[in-house]
Structures are given as C-alpha cells and as structure tokens.
C-alpha cells in the first residue's frame, strides 16, 4: 500500500486559478498501482475519483465531495528511433513544458510551438492543446489509458481520439478514460511552423533568419510571457473560452458593422472568430468585480485578483456570455473544466 490518502486538503495549491475549495479526500499517483489502488479506493468507500493534472484547465465552484487524485507519475523513454523519426512516451504526470524543453534538448522537433503551455503531459490529448498553429494531434503517437469502466489498459491510434480544436474521445466522454502514458512522433529534420504571425515577426526582430526548433520555442515563450499572466502571480486558467467556430456568412454579416473583426478561415469552410477581440470590443478587457476580472492585456483570459471563489468567477464568465450573445450573436463556449 503506497497511496496515501488524506481528507480535507485545500486544493488551491493544485489549481492554477488559485480558488480555495476542500477535496473531501486527496491523493497523489506515482504509479499505475498507485492508480489501481486509488481507484478501489474509491470503489470501496463509495467517492467518486475526480483525476486532475497541474490544474491549469478547472474552474472549481465548490468543495469537492471526491478523491480527487492528482497524476504525478514520472519517466520518459525513446520507443522507436530510425535516425531522423524519434517516437517518445512520457507519463501522465510529467510537467508538459520541461518535457518540452527535454525533447527540444534531445534536438528533436514537433513540440516547440507548445512551449510555456501549463499542465500534465497526461491532460494534453484531453482537450488537444494547441498553441501558434499546431495541436497536439500534428505529432501524436499514440497514448495507453485505463477503460475506469471495465478496469482494462488501451492502447489508442490518432484517429481514435477523435481529436478537434480543443476537443476528443476523452473530453467526450468525461470520466471514462484515465490517460496513463502518451507517445509524440518527434523528427530530427522536421520543418517548422512558423506561419502563425507573432513567431516570424519575433524572430526577425531578433536577426534569426534560418531558427531552429529551440530558437522558436524560445520567441513563442517571450510572445507569451509578455501577453499571458503567470498563475503563479494571478491565477488563472488561460483563455476562458474557445474561439467560436461559426459559419462565414455570420462573419460576412459581423464584418459589415465591425470591419476590424479577427476571424480565420478554416479548411471545413467555417470561420473562428477570435474570441478576445469580442470580449475586448464588448469593453470587458480589464474589467474587475471584487476579485474576479478579465484580464488587462489578454481579454481572453479571467483572472482571479486574490480571493475570488469559481463561483464569481463563473458568474463573470456567464455575464460576458450573455452580453457577447446579445452584441453578436455568437455563443462563447467555456474552455476550462468545471467541477
Ligand atoms: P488539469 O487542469 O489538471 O485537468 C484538465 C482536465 O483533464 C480535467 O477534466 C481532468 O479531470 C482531466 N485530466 C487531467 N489529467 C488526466 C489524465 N491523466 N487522464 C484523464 N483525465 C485527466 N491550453 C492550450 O490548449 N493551449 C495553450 O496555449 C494554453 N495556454 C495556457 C496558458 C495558461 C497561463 C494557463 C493557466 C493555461 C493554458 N492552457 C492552454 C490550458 C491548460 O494548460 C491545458 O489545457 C493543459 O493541458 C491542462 O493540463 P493540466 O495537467 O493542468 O490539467
Ligand atoms: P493571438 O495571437 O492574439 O490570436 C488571437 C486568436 O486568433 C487566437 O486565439 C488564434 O486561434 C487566432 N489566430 C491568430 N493567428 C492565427 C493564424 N495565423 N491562423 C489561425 N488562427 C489564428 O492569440 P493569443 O491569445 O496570444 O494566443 C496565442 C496562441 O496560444 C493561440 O494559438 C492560443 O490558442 C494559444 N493559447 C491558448 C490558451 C488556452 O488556454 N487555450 C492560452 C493562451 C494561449 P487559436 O487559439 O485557434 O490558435
């Protein structure tokens, strides 16, 4: 017996929002035992297991009535490598960007656009984390998870993730799938991706002409230092809502009163709006009630300014909903996981 189970532990060290709720029973996973045993736990005693990572994507509105387990399992390994093809497995709990900064070392690429991104290795495939034009979908292998219904291990290819923009099987079907290791398909000779605006940009202003792919990680994580708050210092949980996909003749119609309007074609032929210019054109950037604002630079993103609870938080997240709606006719949909 290695899990240690504790009852009544604050979990605002374990969310990056920083709201102070209890879990009624709290433990750490080292181990796919860890995990089992976790697991019958709950069976056992009748609680629910809510699995978190770094807690960078929860909103928490009230206490947790849970074991709430947090993936902390360590290691990562070369599964295959022909020279330029490098397949690489991490496990749930390994910190996503100094796995990041480990591949870029090893000098392989794929990653480099998901730099400074918070969170578990293991919580990437749940909402397909993207960042400057890649997704985890570009470079994934494939990841093992454990069927919490059935209690069996499965191994799962690309297309059956069912991966979309911040969205797959796992997000789908909450609570099914415990992700235990996921592998990355990482190139020596990959070609980078550079289209996303603010990256070319970075590094000609920095005289890199021909970058590597740590050259790259380095201006995405600048551009983002200087544009996203540090939960450690404000908490928050990254963009509050998705950018909306919406069809391009509401886009056309938008455009007519709004010519400024950020939206971006997409290959299915729908458009996503960027979903910080609505906030910020409805005059909410910056906005603060009590401790619960949007934040000063990035109006995509709440923030919590000390003591705010999810709650008011989510109360903020619905007025802006709401006021979006009636300005624009588009529906922000919540990015962060709420429990
Ligand atoms: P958690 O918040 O702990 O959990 C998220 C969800 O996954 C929960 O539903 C949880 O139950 C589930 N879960 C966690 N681990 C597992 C597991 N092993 N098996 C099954 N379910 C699991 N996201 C992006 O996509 N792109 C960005 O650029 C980005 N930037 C961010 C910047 C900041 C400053 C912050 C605070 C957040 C940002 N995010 C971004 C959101 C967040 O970092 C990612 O979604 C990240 O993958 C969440 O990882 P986590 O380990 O913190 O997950
Ligand atoms: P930004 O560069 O100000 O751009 C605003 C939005 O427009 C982005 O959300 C992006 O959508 C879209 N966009 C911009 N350039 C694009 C292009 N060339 N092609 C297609 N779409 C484009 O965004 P930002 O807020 O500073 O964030 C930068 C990147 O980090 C984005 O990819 C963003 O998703 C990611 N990020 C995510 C989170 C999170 O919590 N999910 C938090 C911080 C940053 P996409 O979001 O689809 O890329």
Redesign the pocket.
Known sequence: MSLQVRSQVSLKP????GVDVQARLFAQAHSDADVREALAYGLEHKVPV?????????LLTADIQSLVL??ATRGIRVVSDDGNNVVIEAE??EP?HPFVQHTLAQGLSGLEN?S?????????P???????GV?IKDVFAGLT?LDRQSGELRDFSLQECNFAY?DSL??QQ??R????RVRFALNRVAPLHLEYGPVRQRLTEQGIEHPTASDVSQAICSI?NEK????AVLG????FFKNPLVPAALVAQLKIQYPDLVAYAQPDGQMKIAAGWLIERAGWKGFRDADAGVHKLQAL?LVNYGSATGLQLLDLAQRIQKDISERFHVELEM???R?
């Open positions: 374990f969310n990056s929002f809510l699995v978190i990572g770094g807690g960078s994507n929860l947090r993936m749930a709990g996503w998901l400074l991104i918070p969170g578990t290795v293991g919580a990437a749940m909402q397909n984390i993207g960042a400057y997704e998870a911040r796992f997000k909450p609570g799938w415990l992700i235990l983002r996203l708050p540090d939960p928050n949980a990254g963009s993103v990015e962060p996981n429990y």
